[in-house]
Nanobody, 126 residues
Framework: QVQLLESGGGLVQAGGSLRLSCAASGRSLSSYAMAWFRQAPGKEREFVAAINTIGRSEYYPDSVKGRFTISRDNAKNTVYLQMNSLKPEDTAVYYC???????????????????WGQGTQVTVSS
């Protein structure tokens, strides 16, 4: 079983950048597809970015496409989310998720992911 720990959240002004990290322990991330989700107060958890097991395919919703970039470093057992041009509507708790198995494709479905981190707060001020 893999454990996930997010870090890098904080308070940033609109237009600024943050880089989130998701460090894994217990198992190698090389056999997991990974994703980031977020949840704002009073809203459902929503998909932010996904990357396949070998890091060759990425998927983003229109709301963050061109601003956010997901990447992975399997040697460091870490997944990243680079967030640029942040907007107040990006304010949420950001969660890292892992899907066990070797996948060439990506998925935005919450139920497809097997393991979740505790989340890190991102607050964007206007």
């Amino acid at each position: 079983q893999v454990q996930l720990l997010e870090s890098g959240g904080g308070l940033v002004q609109a237009g600024g950048s943050l880089r989130l990290s998701c460090a894994a322990s217990g198992r190698s991330l090389s056999s997991y597809a990974m994703a980031w989700f977020r949840q704002a107060p009073g809203k459902e958890r929503e998909f932010v970015a996904a990357i396949n097991t070998i890091g060759r395919s990425e998927y983003y919703p229109d709301s963050v496409k061109g601003r956010f970039t997901i990447s992975r470093d399997n040697a460091k057992n870490t997944v990243y989310l680079q967030m640029n041009s942040l907007k107040p509507e990006d304010t949420a708790v950001y969660y890292c998720a892992a899907r066990q198995g070797y996948y060439y494709t990506t998925t935005a479905r919450i139920d497809d992911y097997d393991y979740w981190g505790q989340g890190t707060q991102v607050t964007v001020s206007s």
